[in-house]
Every structure is written in C-alpha cells, then in structure tokens.
C-alpha cells in the first residue's frame, strides 16, 4: 500500500483501500445496471409475457397495435376509441404514459375510468423492453417510443383532429411533458400526476443508499428544464401529499416553473401516496373539469393561476 503514508497503520490502510474499493464498485453497478433499476419492466412477475386486453376491462372497441419506431424496435399499443365512430371523431384522446413498473394491460382499469366515465378516447403503449414490445427500455428509447405513438394518433383517420391529452404518472410524467416540449401545436392539455423534477434530483429519496452516486445517473429526465419550453398548453398537476417515493416539493416546483398561457392547475389529494393516488376521491372529476374547462374550449388566455386545494 505505497500509494498511504507509512504513519497510517495497516488496519487503516486496509479499511480505507477496501471502502475505495467498495465505493467504487458500487458506482460502476449504478452505471451499468441502472436501467434495470429505473424501469423494472419484469415486475410484477409475468409482465413480460402477459398483457391484458381491453375487453377484460370492459372496452370493446380497440385496435391491438403494432407500430415500427424510427430506430427499428416494434412497440405494442392499444388504441381504444369511442362509438360510434363519429363520437370518437369529436371526443378528445388520451394518451397514457404509464410510470416503470408493469405494462399498458396493468393501466386498463384506469384507462377505462376515461373511456367510461369521461367518454375519451384512449391510447396505451408499452415502452420497449415493457410487456410484448421489444428491446430495452432506456431514456431516449422510451422518448423515441413516445414520438412513435404521438405520430400514430396524428395519421389516425379516426383520431387526427381530436385533442390531444398527454396524461403521465411518476415517470411516465417525464415523458408526457418531454413530448409536450417537443410538440406544443399537437398537445391540447398535459396532465402528470406525482412526477419528478429530474431523476438524479429523486434517487437520494427512492434509494437513499446510493445518494453519492447520482452523478452517475446517466438517466435524466430533466423535466424542471423541459417544462419551462412549454408555453401554450393548459396543465394540470395531480399530487398526493403521501407519496412516499417522489416528495411532493418536487410537484410543486414544477408547478411553480411552468409558465404556460393555457393556465395551469393544481390538485392535492391529502391521502393520496405514490401508487393509490388515482384511486383518490374527486381525482377523475378534476380531471373531467380539466377537459372541459381548459382543453375543450378553444381560447387560450392569459389569466391568473389556479390553485386549486
């Protein structure tokens, strides 16, 4: 051990060579292996090979969707319209973004919440490396996914010149206002629920273990820059002041750095955690306010914040 001074005695020495060497691996398994932390596409068990269909929840008109992404990975998605067809025409579509664990059949019943209770056409997909799509799953794989999806919905006879509602939960937030950042003429409303400011910012909270190394986290989703590119579009902010994984600071940050023309609104649920929050009391009515208030009517004013408790 030529490289510590000879006063340190050997015990030492050998306690702080090993720590050095600890540390060090455990950065290097962070580097290499985080995708399979951040997007744990195998749980729950069977997620990979099972994926329930509309039907199941009670949505009969669907389209089972495969769709080529521009990098050559085939994507599985639902697209889930209303009838009859001219309804469907006139009635705004969500897309759902769906947060790292599990696939778009894990998202059915929620999804049949907009379809039945909110009368909205509905589209799921899986990212890669998520249920039946191929490859695997990673940050700009999932935003090339999310271009794909959107690109489909804007050829869609049926679906083309609906409005357009990207509706994110936890990651699948990052997504929606990536996509909302980038498409601002084809988004008509972006709804996130529990989402992060960026993901080195929330892994000292999720995995408190690793909190030195987050400057290994090549994984970003920089929502608290994207957001601030978003000008036009009304907003609506969902957050469960349980929530366990994502401080709730870091919704409200957001919020507070969002500077769109189409209003913004903010939505606690006192009860609400991190996974239950869409099971919470007046969570669907907000957002059916939300649809009607903000997204279906055409004007775009400049007008003082909601803040909605």
Not at 6 to 13: A, E, H, K, S, V
Not at 73 to 98: D, G, M, N, W
Not at 191 to 209: A, D, G, M, R, Y
């Amino acid at each position: 051990m030529l490289f510590l001074p000879d006063f340190i005695p050997t015990l030492i020495q050998y306690l702080i060579t090993i720590s050095g060497i600890l540390f060090c691996g455990g950065g290097a398994l962070l580097y290499t292996f985080q995708c399979e932390l951040i997007y744990p596409a195998n749980f729950p068990p069977g997620s990979r090979q099972q994926v329930a269909k509309p039907p199941e929840h009670g949505i009969y008109k669907y389209e089972d969707l495969t769709l080529t992404t521009k990098d050559n990975i085939k994507i599985r998605a639902y697209a889930c319209r209303q009838v009859p067809e001219a309804t469907a025409r006139i009635s705004p579509t969500i897309l759902f973004l769906h947060a790292n664990a599990g696939n778009m059949g894990h998202r059915l019943p929620t999804a049949k919440k907009f379809y039945t209770k909110l009368k909205c056409n509905v589209v799921l997909l899986s990212y890669r490396g998520y249920g039946l799509s191929e490859g695997k799953a990673n940050e700009k794989g999932i935003q090339i996914d999310a271009e794909c999806i959107l690109d489909h919905i804007r050829n869609d006879d049926v679906l083309k010149n609906t409005k357009i509602i990207l509706y994110g939960q936890s990651v699948g937030g990052a997504v929606a206002i990536y996509l909302a950042s980038r498409n601002q003429n084809d988004i008509s409303g972006l709804i996130v629920e529990n989402t992060f400011l960026s993901l080195p910012k929330v892994i000292p909270h999720v995995i408190p273990q690793i909190r030195h190394f987050t400057f290994l986290c090549h994984q970003i989703w920089p929502s608290e820059t994207a957001i601030k590119q978003i000008v036009n579009t009304p907003m609506l902010f969902l957050t469960g002041t349980k929530d366990e994984l994502v401080p709730p600071a870091h919704m409200r940050q957001l919020y507070e750095l969002t500077e769109t023309r189409g209003r913004k609104v903010w939505k606690e649920f006192p009860n609400g955690t991190h996974n239950d929050t869409v099971l919470q009391p007046e969570y669907f009515e907000t957002i059916g306010e939300f649809i009607e208030n903000r997204v279906m009517s055409s004007t775009v004013t400049k007008e003082k914040d909601d803040d909605d408790e």
